[in-house]
Each structure stands twice: as C-alpha cells, then as structure tokens.
C-alpha cells in the first residue's frame, strides 16, 4: 500500500521569500516521487521527479526536492517565490516499474503576496 | 515529441444527457492511459486506466465508462449524467516501457452538469 500527505491546504508567502511545500509519503516499494504544479483550469505539468539517482532533485522553475527516506519525505522548496509560482501543487508517490499505481496527494494551493 | 489532446475544453450539460470526451496521444507507442476527476477541494481521483486496445481497468464504482477503441484513443462516456459528475476531467498518458514513467497530462475538460 502506498500514501501520500500533504501537509498544508494553503501555503501564503509574500514574493521573493522562500517556499516550502511539505509532503510525506509510504509505500512498501521504493518508490518514485513526483511534484506537480497546476494553475487553474489547465492540465498538470511535471515539476521534478525523485527516481533514487539522486536525494536532491532539482526541477523547473527553480524549485527543488530532496528526499528524506529516514523521515519518509520529499519537500519542494524555491528560495525566492515569484508572483507566477501562485498555483496547485501535488506530490505523487508511484510503486516502480510494471503497472504505476499512482497516488496524488490532496495538493497546496500556493498563494504569492506582492 | 509527445502531446497529448482532450476535448472539448469546456462543456455544459443537462442532467440525464449523454457524455463522450476524448483524448487522444501523439508521438508515442502503446501508452498506459488514465482518466482523472478532479472535483472542487477534493484533489485528484483516479477513474480508469488503460495498458492496451480494449483493456480497461475502473477505479471505483461509478456512473462513468471508459473505452480504447485504437491504441492512442481514450474515451470517457456516459449514458446518463449526474449532478455529482460535474469536475475537471484530466487524461495522462505514461510510457509502459519506462521503469520511473511519470505521467502526462492533458489541457483538461471542465464539466458543469446543470
């Protein structure tokens, strides 16, 4: 079985200040970790992944990731949050390889202040 | 490259009326297929995936049906609509072959069932 918590609903923060989404996971695999941002009435789009190469994954848009496996955890961060960085983020956890059970978490809506 | 298509964009549908969205993939070779529904504050539910022509998998018990008629072709219908099935319908598509295959998601449909 496999989950996924985001910790936050809505995270605020005033723009050029540093972002932090939280997300736990669990799964009985070694899993594959994703974030996603949406903005509204669009599709999702691929932040950054963690496939194990690497703890600290760094994506789009200057965001990054790093995987925690003793605290089962894959925060996104971006130190300096920009007006478009306002959007829906999902953490997903996904078992590897043969049919990808996927499990999004219930997403943060991110809010940027000017 | 690989793009991935859905429409309509929006629709607006009375109570009992039928429903067909289509997605359609370019660019890629039998792709696992997912329908998603992503209704208000409630995140993304998974409602049918798809491993091949005609291979169709249900998530949960729904008013909903899901069909493959060729292999980059993925319909979502149904014969009756509901209240309840007004949302946010996102198609993804992920690469079978791929041990760490994030998804790809589409541009969305939105659903306002009236």
């Known amino acids: 079985a496999q989950s996924v918590t985001q910790l936050d609903s809505h995270v605020s923060v005033s723009e050029g200040t540093p972002v932090l989404l939280r997300c736990n996971y669990s799964s009985s695999y070694s899993p594959s970790l994703f974030w996603y941002v949406q903005h509204p009435n669009k599709g999702l789009q691929l932040l950054l992944k963690y496939t194990s190469a690497a703890t600290l994954v760094k994506g789009i848009n200057g965001f990054e990731a790093e995987f925690k496996k003793s605290e089962t955890s894959f925060h996104l961060t971006k130190p300096s949050a920009h007006m478009s960085d306002a959007a829906e983020y999902f953490c997903v956890v996904s078992n590897s390889g043969g049919y990808q059970k996927v499990t999004f978490g219930i997403g943060t809506k991110l809010q940027v202040i000017p | 490259s690989q793009t991935i298509h859905q429409w309509p964009a929006t629709l607006v549908q009375p109570v009992g009326s039928p429903l067909s969205l289509e997605c359609t993939v370019e660019?890629?070779?039998?792709?696992?297929l997912y329908w998603y529904r992503q209704a208000a504050g409630r995140g993304l539910q998974l409602l049918f995936y798809s491993v091949g022509i005609g291979q169709i998998s249900s998530e949960v018990p729904q008013n909903l049906s899901a069909s493959r008629p060729q292999d980059r072709q993925f319909i979502l219908s149904s014969k009756k609509l509901l209240l309840s099935d007004s949302g946010f319908y996102l198609c993804a598509w992920s690469d079978r072959l791929a041990v760490y295959n994030e998804q790809f998601f589409g541009p969305g449909t939105r659903l306002t069932v009236l």
């Open positions: 660019g890629t070779s039998n792709p696992n």
